[in-house]
């Protein structure tokens, strides 16, 4: 070790090439180190980080690809089941009467109920419809009574009709005769024309626009 010290004494800066081995040794892997981490620092840190952006995209290329072969390979399959799905939510709309039909829905509500013989206290139509995107929802406030096997019947029968018709807020009470009543909130259902759902997009179309 005293003769490895010794080389490092006395050296002449201004002459490393007089210098012993040893020092001459260190010197050169210091500045081979530094070369070193001026080159990755300088230019091979932004190489390695694009080298790795790079990898990440070519993943996430090969991820894209391998799914649109699948949709690609299953397009058929993909085109049989918008079929199905758009020939069901057609069968459904059918189930929604318009707006010339909504008068004859509501006289089979009515129809449902005394035909069961239930006696109606309160048959009231909302003064308004709620609007959805593709439909319009009508409340309407019922009160009727009867024994217990008649209003179930009531039930049943609005359930099998060919609209679509939903009993809501069921509330059942006895009155001083011993009769049921049922308070409820009938909601029928009917698809917007074209001439409503043309004005709906434009008044939908006017808001996003006021928005901005």
Same mark, same amino acid.
């Given at each position: 070790?005293?003769?490895? &010290?010794?080389?490092?004494?006395?050296?002449?800066?201004?002459?490393?090439?007089?210098?012993?081995?040893?020092? @001459?040794?260190?010197?050169?892997?210091?500045?081979?180190?530094?070369?070193?981490?001026?080159?990755?620092?300088?230019?091979?840190?932004?190489?390695?980080?694009?080298?790795?952006?790079?990898?990440?995209?070519?993943?996430?290329?090969?991820?894209?690809?391998?799914?649109?072969?699948?949709?690609?390979?299953?397009?058929?399959?993909?085109?049989?089941?918008?079929?199905?799905?758009?020939?069901?939510?057609?069968?459904?709309?059918?189930?929604?009467?318009?707006? &010339?039909?909504?008068?004859?829905?509501?006289?089979?509500?009515?129809?449902?109920?005394?035909?069961?013989?239930?006696?109606?206290?309160?048959?009231?139509?909302?003064?308004?419809?709620?609007?959805?995107?593709?439909?319009?929802?009508?409340?309407? &406030?019922?009160?009727?009574?009867?024994?217990?096997?008649?209003?179930?019947?009531?039930?049943?029968?609005?359930?099998?009709? &060919?609209?679509?018709?939903?009993?809501?807020?069921?509330?059942?009470?006895?009155?001083?005769?011993?009769?049921?009543?049922?308070?409820?909130?009938?909601?029928?259902?009917?698809?917007?024309?074209?001439?409503?759902?043309?004005?709906?997009? @434009?008044?939908?179309?006017?808001?996003?626009?006021?928005?901005?």
């Amino acid at each position: 070790m005293k003769a490895f &010290s010794e080389q490092f004494r006395n050296l002449n800066t201004r002459d490393p090439g007089s210098w012993p081995p040893l020092p @001459k040794i260190v010197l050169l892997v210091a500045v081979f180190a530094a070369i070193l981490a001026a080159a990755y620092f300088l230019d091979w840190q932004t190489q390695l980080e694009d080298l790795d952006a790079g990898r990440a995209q070519e993943a996430k290329l090969k991820d894209e690809y391998v799914a649109k072969k699948a949709q690609a390979v299953n397009l058929d399959l993909y085109r049989q089941q918008a079929r199905e799905i758009e020939s069901s939510f057609g069968a459904l709309l059918k189930q929604l009467p318009n707006r &010339s039909q909504m008068e004859a829905l509501l006289v089979d509500i009515n129809q449902s109920g005394l035909g069961r013989g239930l006696q109606f206290e309160l048959f009231k139509p909302a003064q308004s419809e709620t609007v959805k995107d593709f439909y319009a929802e009508l409340p309407i &406030s019922l009160k009727v009574v009867g024994n217990y096997h008649d209003m179930g019947a009531f039930a049943s029968d609005i359930a099998q009709l &060919s609209r679509i018709v939903t009993l809501n807020d069921l509330g059942i009470t006895v009155n001083k005769d011993g009769n049921l009543v049922l308070d409820s909130t009938a909601k029928t259902f009917r698809y917007l024309d074209d001439e409503e759902l043309a004005a709906q997009r @434009k008044a939908a179309k006017a808001a996003k626009a006021a928005k901005k």
